[in-house]
């Protein structure tokens, strides 16, 4: 069964910084577009960024210029570097396959991030 897990969630400062990962197994990874999501409380889930099998990675407009994806195929990993954070980037944090360009996989677990003011 395919698994995404997610980890390096906590509680930062804001303006600190966090690097999140999700390990993906039983997918063939190389071959999946990949994406993070998060969802903040009380709200539905929304996109952060995504990153194409070739590397090319796109972000939402409230990622652009703090947020950077990367992946590594042969780890499967797939990675979120998150700079200058905001109280507002609060949420839990999911890996998936990028929605816009193929159907998603099971969830996992998600990973939380909580920015203090």
């Known amino acids: 069964q395919v698994q995404l897990v997610e980890s390096g969630g906590a509680l930062v400062q804001a303006g600190g910084s966090l690097r999140l990962s999700c390990l993906a197994s039983?997918?063939?990874?190389?071959?999946?577009?990949m994406a993070w999501y998060r969802q903040a409380p009380g709200k539905g889930r929304e996109l952060v960024g995504g990153i194409s099998t070739g590397g090319t990675a796109s972000y939402a407009v409230a990622a652009k210029g703090r947020f950077t994806i990367s992946r590594d195929n042969a780890k499967s990993t797939v990675y979120l570097q998150m700079n200058s954070l905001k109280p507002e980037d609060t949420a839990v944090y999911y890996c998936?396959?990028?929605?816009?360009?193929?159907?998603?996989?099971?969830w996992g677990q998600g990973t939380q991030v909580t920015v203090s003011s």
């Open positions: 039983r997918i063939i990874f190389s071959s999946t577009h």
């Open positions: 998936n396959a990028d929605q816009r360009l193929s159907g998603l996989l099971p």
